[in-house]
């Protein structure tokens, strides 16, 4: 390779990461402008509740949640309330099996799942899942999750600091 070669291939390739480079700086400042975010919520929910109404499904399980009459109660009532609180939300409760409450989060028409829900659930690929938090009341060693809606990652990520606040993880 002759010493012109070799500047031209080394020329071209500066002007390549240039390029590069440019389009990254172009891209950002673009996106920026548009307002996004990071986390994001592709269907709002975040937004959504806050200041509003949070749509919380409870599946009862024994130390935990307990329905008797019209309103749940139980460590993780207590928890959900105090989130909702930190989000000038009030909350609206649906009672329901798990299987259910699944499919009303997959079908919009609740915003968050409590209950017995374990950092072994097998709806992970259906709902967004929190970390797990063993220091609930009533917990018994088991790593509880909240679950949302899938891919509503502002509201899972606002969640979960209010938890490690809370409970710790």
Known sequence: MTVRRARHIHARSALRSAAA????????????????????????????????TIRVGVSPDPGLVAVDGEQPHGPLVDVTEDFADSIDARIDWTVSAEETLISDLESGDIDLAIGGFTDGTPWTDRAGITRGYKNIE???????????????????????????????S
């Open 21 to 52: 480079t440019a389009t990254i700086a172009f891209a950002a400042v673009l996106t920026a402008g548009c307002g996004i975010t990071v986390p994001t919520d592709p269907n709002g929910t975040l937004d959504a509740v806050s200041g509003g």
């Open 138 to 168: 009533g917990a018994d060693g088991r790593s509880l999750v909240f679950l949302v809606p899938l891919g509503e990652n502002a509201f899972l990520s606002r969640l979960e600091v209010f938890l490690d606040g809370e409970v710790g």
